[in-house]
């Protein structure tokens, strides 16, 4: 058979090959994903994701730290001063805008997800003795994320405020967070 | 370097052997390798990084045999090892200062190579390879710091994970993919102990390409010029291979004082503290080879900026081949190029202190500078010299770089 008459003619043998090999192709990806998704968060990490926390010893300026989904979540009881000087930034530049009323339910109540936005660290500024960075909140010692008290960004590389979890107040003492 | 046989089969088994399965010919003839002759001591790392790699592969073996992945339990088999295994203080020290060693000769390695100009053609893919390998055994001593489930373990898993939730968009879903759930936990230990394991399988067979490679294309030196005469070269063995092990001698006595006398020198105390989730250590720092590139990873402000330049910053090695437009190899006859060689060692050694620092105040903007000078090395410096730098005449030959130019002239 010459090399032209190879070119030219599509047989049917090419058909079959080429598709044949694309369907290989996918079936073969297609093979690849549940070897990735096992690695994904499995149906008893999923199972964890509320629990009910009872507020009621949480004194005015104090803070508690609650274990949900492997992460710590904050939770403070602000004072007034703290709420006046949140809403007094609302309209201050910041990395990401957000006013202190989007972000809190009761405005005493102040609960957000104590991860830093930069690389995961926990701020510091639950404590009394801790460093609460330049705006009286939260200060991640790792790389020197400084938030404030309705837990914005206000200074260093994290991009975000402190995430705010999904809860609802079930009573006035008992929030259910997840 | 392909070379004519040196093997002959003497006894009837060998030759029966060889007819079948030659590999006693396959070993000799690699053993016989032409080697140039002036190569120094710096020539040695590359047989010490393999001694390490032994020494990992067998005393990680040994440590798996004890060791538990679990939240609860990696923390207390760890100590179970040092405490109550036989033996297993030594050979938990061995395999932690391993790391480390495995790392300092690396370093001497890559800068050995980067000195001799030992990634100029035709040694760009033994370059190449050399790089992966680097990040290979990069990726290794990150997962094994996890499994022993301190505070720095667990934390230096955070920071590291999260590197990757700086990708826009799929950021956040690959986090928790690599997690197996919302945090570091159960399932990331787990899972890293697997991949700690699987680890030195990989670099091995990429070690086992930069060796192949390596013999394609033969040793630089460091004159850097190839070689011509036969004189030039002896045979890898037992000429280099017991210059190398002498080497690896004098090395590992350094290696194993460190291993009986001082086994935590180079670790992090808040390592013996338990990991707790709720708590992040006052300053967190990576393992002390990791340094340079967690201060480059902080003097940029930005998140996903400061995670490129930091991947990039390792990446920048890889393209040295092309980004070096000097013809001559060897710094020794470039005297404008070797300053800045220097420079870059300088710049690499305080990249480490600040990595390791506060990032505050004075240490940000010094850590700013010299992440300035490591990318200005590669992409203004290099290509640059190449053009305008006067080098130094080159030797005739190896043996002329030896024996100087009467000592030629007298033989002839």
């Not at chain 1, 995961?120 to 705006?135: L, N």
């Not at chain 2, 390791?356 to 850590?367: D, F, L, R, T």
Request: aromatic content about 14%.
């Amino acid at each position: 058979m010459s090399a032209k008459h190879e070119e030219d003619v599509v047989s049917r043998r090419d058909f079959l090959f080429l598709g044949a090999g694309a369907w290989a192709a996918v079936g073969g990806a297609a093979a690849i994903w549940p070897f990735v998704d096992q690695m994904n968060p499995d149906a008893s990490t999923k199972a964890l994701a509320s629990i009910e926390v009872d507020i009621t010893p949480v004194q005015v300026g104090q803070a508690i730290t609650v274990l949900w989904r492997g992460k710590p979540v904050f939770i403070r009881h602000r004072t007034a001063e703290e709420i006046a000087a949140a809403e007094k930034d609302d309209e201050t530049a910041m990395p990401d805008p957000q006013k202190d009323g989007d972000r809190v339910q009761k405005k005493e109540w102040l609960i957000l997800v104590g991860v830093c936005t930069h690389l995961g660290c926990v701020p510091g500024g639950q404590k009394a003795s801790d460093i609460r960075g330049d705006f009286g909140g939260w200060f991640c010692p790792c790389h020197g994320s400084h938030y404030d008290n309705s837990g914005r960004i206000r200074k260093g590389p994290a991009p975000l405020n402190l995430a705010v979890p999904s809860y609802k107040f079930l009573t006035d003492t008992v929030v259910q967070i997840g | 370097m392909a070379h004519e046989s040196v093997y002959t089969p003497n006894s009837g088994i060998e030759k029966w052997l060889d007819e079948r399965l030659p590999i006693i010919r396959l070993g000799v003839d690699f053993m016989a390798m032409p080697t140039p002759r002036n190569l120094n001591y710096w020539w040695t790392f590359g047989g010490i990084l393999f001694f390490f790699l032994m020494v990992q592969i067998i005393t990680g073996i040994i440590l798996a045999m004890h060791y538990i992945p679990h939240e609860s339990m990696a923390f207390d088999s760890v100590e179970h090892i040092v405490r109550d295994v036989n033996w297993g203080d030594m050979l938990q020290n061995m395999h932690s200062n391993g790391a480390s060693f495995f790392f300092i000769a690396v370093y001497i390695h890559i800068l050995r190579g980067m000195y001799y100009g030992s990634y100029k053609a035709p040694r760009e893919m033994l370059w190449i390879l050399g790089v992966i390998i680097y990040v290979l055994m990069m990726a290794s001593g990150f997962l094994g710091y996890v499994l022993p489930w301190g505070q720095m373990s667990l934390w230096g898993a955070t920071v590291i994970t999260n590197l990757f939730s700086a990708i826009p968009f799929v950021g956040g879903a690959i986090t928790e993919l690599l997690w197996g759930g919302y945090a570091v936990g159960q399932p990331t230990l787990n899972r890293f102990f697997s991949l700690h394991y699987l680890m030195p399988l990989i670099l091995f067979a990429f070690v086992g390409l930069h060796i192949w490679a390596l013999h394609v294309v033969g040793s630089n030196n460091p004159d850097g010029i190839e070689i011509k005469l036969k004189e030039d070269s002896l045979p890898f063995h037992s000429y280099f291979s017991m210059k190398d092990a002498f080497a690896m001698v004098l090395f590992a006595m350094i290696y194993v004082y460190f291993v009986f006398f001082m086994p935590d020198y180079m670790g992090h105390p808040d390592n013996y503290v338990r990991a707790n989730p709720m708590v992040t250590p006052p300053h967190i720092v990576p393992e002390w080879y990791f340094l340079p590139f967690y201060a480059i990873l902080r003097a940029i402000p930005d998140k996903l900026f400061g995670v490129i330049f930091m991947f990039a910053a390792i990446a920048i090695v890889a393209f040295l081949p092309w980004l070096d437009t000097s013809r001559v190899r060897s710094m020794r006859y470039r005297p404008t190029a070797k300053l800045f060689f220097w420079g870059f060692v300088a710049t690499g050694l305080l990249l480490g202190y600040l990595g390791a620092k506060p990032a505050e105040g004075g240490y940000v903007i010094a850590s700013r500078i010299l992440t300035a000078y490591w990318f200005l090395y590669f992409i203004v410096a290099l290509p640059l010299l190449g053009w305008t730098q006067k080098t130094k005449t080159l030797p005739g030959s190896i043996t002329e770089a030896v024996l100087g130019k009467d000592a030629m002239k007298n033989n002839k």
